[in-house]
Each structure stands twice: as structure tokens, then as C-alpha cells.
């Protein structure tokens, strides 16, 4: 998929091994929670669910996603690097694999973020998400996650 971004070529695509070292370091400035290898993990268990965003040549943000279930997928992670968020990439991110379970024939998309992240929680429920309930000291930090869901 091609989105046209203030004259750039910006490229929604499947990942690719050579990819790593950037998602690593957008997951590093966005989140740092995560071990990089689950992402390695995640490429070769689920590859269809693991999309990123390519700005002339650069990995700038990607998606996770997996089946928890035949009727349910799961966003493990969503992150766009800093310096380019705000573009609609991940918009367009989330779209993508939204699309991606849609073939997959699955009914509905789960997902958590931090209960603190009011910004991460806006943008899903300006996609539809809804919020499903509370989970208690779900981060290692002790942070309460926020469950979402959308219905497909």
C-alpha cells in the first residue's frame, strides 16, 4: 500500500528480515517493555500479522498482530517512531492489519494499552475500539492496562 505524505514514498508493507534493527530501535523509543526477540519470534510464528511502514527506504513504524482464537486477533504492538508520528502512518498501520484479520475471517481485535496513555487509548477508540475493562498491575512497572476491542 502507497500513502502519499508531503512528497515522500511511503510504503505499508509485510516485514522482512533485514527490518529488525529498526523495529528494535522504534520499539527501544517508544515502549522499551519488550524482549527484540519476541518481534523475531513473531516473524517467523505469524509472519501475515507483522506489517511495517517505510519511508523512502526507512522503517519507521510497524505493527504486530496474531489469532488468539479462529474468531479473535490480538495487536500485540503498534508504534511509529517518534519523529514521524502525527502522519497518519499509524492509521494506516492499523488498518492494514485490521484488513489482515478481516481475510483471516476473525469477529473481533483485542489489545491493551497503558491505562496512563491517554493519546494510544484516543487513537483506538477513534478506530472503533472500545474499552472492555481494567487490568490490574498488567505492565512490569505495576501499571494497569486498559483491554480494548473492536468488533469486525
Known amino acids: ?13 509485510k516485514f522482512q528480515p533485514p527490518d529488525f534493527p ?14 527484540p526477540f519476541f518481534y523475531m ?8 500479522g ?3 511502514a517505510q519511508i523512502n527506504g526507512f522503517i519507521v513504524g510497524f505493527v504486530v498482530g496474531f489469532l488468539t ?4 486477533g490480538r495487536i500485540f ?15 494506516a498501520l492499523l488498518k492494514e492489519i ?8 476473525v469477529s473481533e481485535i483485542i489489545l491493551e494499552v497503558r491505562s496512563g496513555n491517554v493519546k494510544a487509548r484516543r487513537f483506538y477508540e477513534r478506530h ?12 512490569n512497572d505495576g501499571e494497569s492496562a486498559c483491554m480494548m476491542r473492536l468488533d469486525i
Not at 41 to 48: A, R
Not at 77 to 89: D, E, G
Open 1 to 13: 500500500m502507497l500513502i502519499a505524505d508531503r512528497g515522500l514514498l511511503n510504503i505499508i508493507r
Open 22 to 35: 529498526w523495529v528494535i530501535e522504534i520499539e527501544r523509543q517508544v515502549f522499551n517493555e519488550h524482549d
Open 41 to 48: 519470534q513473531f516473524y517467523e510464528t505469524c509472519s501475515e
Open 50 to 52: 507483522f506489517i511495517v
Open 69 to 72: 482464537s479462529q474468531e479473535t
Open 77 to 91: 504492538s503498534l508504534a511509529v517512531h517518534p519523529s514521524y508520528q502525527n502522519r497518519r502512518l499509524g492509521s
Open 98 to 105: 485490521i484488513d489482515v484479520f478481516r481475510e483471516m475471517g
Open 128 to 139: 472503533g475500539f472500545c474499552k472492555t475493562g481494567i487490568m490490574e498491575k498488567y505492565y
